[in-house]
């Protein structure tokens, strides 16, 4: 057993970040991430969004997500069922639990299907550019190897943000990269946000990019120079 709400802000502390920064790259609300560390559950929509706002925390974080959510369902969600001794109104809790959950996996498994409809849509756009014999010269190819950013995770696999251009582009990928997945991104310059450096491979138009091992390293890649940011 340990303190959910204390472990995460000491591993927010340690890494000097702030709550501002990090509602803006987890998309939860600071006054939810002030919660958690809080331990004050009682505050949050919900078992459902507790349990998800409680892996993306801890995996920003470097930390194991699930272990957190364990934890988190073993000491309260087993504790608010004991102290409920009215049948009625335990059955009740439980519907409005599970609708509750049913929401939550409605909205996961049409996210995933977006997710995969994207990557597929890539794929196949991808596919037409190397398979027309008639019209891909070796000057196409190259530019198409040219314009792509690869991510492939190793070791324990690493929490990444891709944006498009700059700092305040588009967010073309964000969460964890786990080990032997591997992401490609059309473009030629990119900005990236990297929990942990050493556990991904980065190439930019078929040239391997070296990431300084620096944690939360925060970079501007182009085909022409990598451009470490700081602050």
């Known amino acids: 057993m340990f303190e959910i709400g204390h472990s995460l802000r000491s591993a927010r502390e340690r890494q000097g970040l702030g709550l501002p920064e990090i509602e803006v790259a987890t998309k939860i609300r600071a006054k939810y991430i002030r919660a ?35 934890e988190y369902a073993s000491r309260f969600l087993s504790s608010s069922r004991e102290e409920s001794p009215q049948r009625p109104v335990r059955r009740r809790v439980r519907r409005r639990d599970r609708g509750i959950e049913r929401r939550a996996v409605l909205l996961a498994l049409v996210g995933i299907a977006a997710i995969t409809a994207l990557v597929f849509a890539a794929w196949r756009y991808g596919g037409k550019q190397t398979t027309v014999p008639a019209l891909a010269t070796g000057p196409r190819q190259t530019v198409s190897t040219r314009s792509s950013l690869v991510l492939r995770g190793v070791g324990k696999g690493t929490y990444v943000i891709v944006r498009r251009n700059r700092a305040s582009g588009q967010v073309l990928l964000q969460g964890t990269v786990s080990p032997g997945e591997t992401d490609r991104l059309p473009g030629t310059r990119f900005y990236l946000l990297v929990r942990s450096p050493g556990n991904l491979h980065v190439k930019l138009g078929g040239r391997v990019v070296a990431l300084p091992a620096v944690r939360n390293l925060r970079v501007v890649v182009t085909p022409q120079r990598t451009t470490r940011l700081v602050g």
């Open 36 to 70: 958690l560390e809080e331990e004050d559950f009682d505050s949050l929509p919900g078992d459902a969004y507790t349990r998800g706002f409680l892996r993306t925390y801890a995996e920003y974080l470097g930390l194991d997500g699930e272990t957190y959510v364990e």
